[in-house]
Nanobody, 121 residues
Framework: QVQLVESGGGLVQAGGSLRLSCAVLGRFFKINSMGWYRQAPGKLRYMVAEISNSFTNIKYDDSVKGRFTISRDIANNTLYLQMNSLKPEDTAVYYC??????????????WGRGTQVTVSS
């Protein structure tokens, strides 16, 4: 029932900005955490930014700290990733991820299909 719909990816020059969005659709009781991951060609997927349901626990990978900002819109069940001062090294497929709880299923992890971000030199 849970589906993640991503948008905002594209092509941008180095130093530019992009804002990724992830809309969480479907029925669930509570979102425990939400995050963004990325995977470059030939590389492993890893966590870029993560935020807890209480907003008290926010984590960033060192490679994006100070440049990227993760946020949530609780009313619309939407996750955002504001990306500033983009570098060619940021080029990757970006994936939305959530951990959600429901009484019938317990805690489950869900993934979006990914959105391509390409940063030119």
């Amino acid at each position: 029932q849970v589906q993640l719909v991503e948008s905002g990816g594209g092509l941008v020059q180095a130093g530019g900005s992009l804002r990724l969005s992830c809309a969480v659709l479907g029925r669930f009781f509570k979102i425990n955490s939400m995050g963004w991951y990325r995977q470059a060609p030939g590389k492993l997927r890893y966590m870029v930014a993560e935020i807890s349901n209480s907003f008290t626990n926010i984590k960033y990978d060192d490679s994006v700290k100070g440049r990227f900002t993760i946020s949530r819109d609780i009313a619309n069940n939407t996750l955002y990733l504001q990306m500033n001062s983009l570098k060619p090294e940021d080029t990757a497929v970006y994936y939305c991820n959530i951990n959600a709880y429901d009484f019938s299923t317990g805690s489950r992890t869900y993934w979006g299909r990914g959105t391509q971000v390409t940063v030119s030199s």
